[in-house]
């Protein structure tokens, strides 16, 4: 071992041991503790970030920031940061495209980036910032220092702190890649059946009986619209309604588990009542319905058709968990209950009403409801008492 390397060794003693036994910590706890590492090692830090690309259809990374005396932030980057003057003009940039170091002596003349010029003014007097070595390259990350010492850091330092940067690493991307593993399931299957994923539950026919309330929707319409206007429009109206459903049932604790071309499945689970799970879809749904109206004016006012939707609403026992074919599975519920409100969705279409409710769901509401009397169920052999929104309320989400 040359004596550089044995010195930067002999100056991280015991930074390994410390980050192995705080494993367990938070992102922006391990962070400030790494800082405070530092610090007793004699490296003259004012200033650090930490940053990570993740996986997420909003967000597009995350961000752990310390200062001296100060507690530690943690920030999101929404998604699509890359093309914005914040980042193609600053020194992340750089280490991205060069996978190399990035240093500037804020005390002489030094790049014309914004964040420089803050911390100089801040007080700061050199800076540099090191790409970790991630397994995964094709995601930004990186790991950046700042001193207000005057002499800025010396040149022990800089290889001290890329040696710490490099002991550091496993253990953020151990943290971005548990995150990015959470937002998937969370952004693909729902958040209840991501934990549960997360959890362990990944064995083909591992389901539960559950109580669930089950809001079935289907955009009407939706086949002359495919013939009649361009993909991308396509595409924005669908993306435009399942965002007014999607905000309606996660707003009341409900999950959606399926996206079926222009429709879609969700459940409210009813842990301890059954009711109360009724009256949470009910509340989605009206939201749902006012959205819809409002998304429908403000699409008349730009000359575009108005959506119509038809809903069911049942509640029941159904199975949830795992079904399909031994390498590919898909989350979901499945029972009588679930083929009830897909009936009840297929006559809302056919009464020309957008939400019918069966006379289980009908029971937990107080609202007065529309008793539209029996009707067959495709599937279901016998008429059933189905019940609707007033006929006023019902006109309201045109």
Known sequence: MDAILSG?????????????????????????????????????LWRSSLGMELLHPEQGGIR??????EPVTIGQAPRGIENTPAYLNSPVKIVDDTNRPFRARLTEPFPDLPILHELQADGGTDYVIYPLPFLETSRSSYLSFTTKAPAGFSNADLRTLELAGRLLSPYAERRALRRMAIDLLDTYVGR???????????????????????????????????????????????????DTIAVAVEAHGGEILKFMGDGLLAVFRADSDACEASRRAYRAAMDAREAVAALNQARREVGA????????????????????????????????????????????????????????????????????????????????????????VDSAAA
């Open 8 to 44: 930067r060794m002999e100056r991280l003693d015991g930074l390994a041991l410390w980050l192995a036994e705080n494993s367990g910590l938070g992102l922006g706890e391990l962070h400030e503790g790494f800082c405070r590492q530092l610090l007793e090692r004699g490296i003259p």
């Open 64 to 69: 752990s920031a310390w200062r001296l005396d």
């Open 192 to 242: 209840h059946a991501g934990e549960m994923i997360f959890s362990g539950q990944v064995l083909r026919g591992a389901v539960q009986t559950i109580e669930a309330a089950i809001l079935m929707a289907d955009l009407r319409g939706f086949t002359a619209l495919t013939s009649q206007a361009d993909r991308a429009t396509v595409i924005e109206t669908l993306n435009l309604w399942f």
């Open 305 to 392: 058709h108005s959506l119509d939707f038809a809903m069911g609403l049942h509640v029941g026992e159904v199975a949830y968990g795992n079904v399909g074919g031994r390498t590919r599975l898909d989350f979901t519920v499945l029972g009588p209950a679930v083929n009830y409100a897909s009936r009840l969705q297929d006559l809302a279409k056919r009464l020309n009403r957008p939400i019918l409710v069966s006379r289980e769901f009908a029971h937990a509401l107080s609202d007065d409801l529309v008793d539209l009397g029996d009707h067959p169920l495709r599937g279901i052999g016998r008429n059933e008492r189905v019940f609707a929104l007033p006929q006023g």
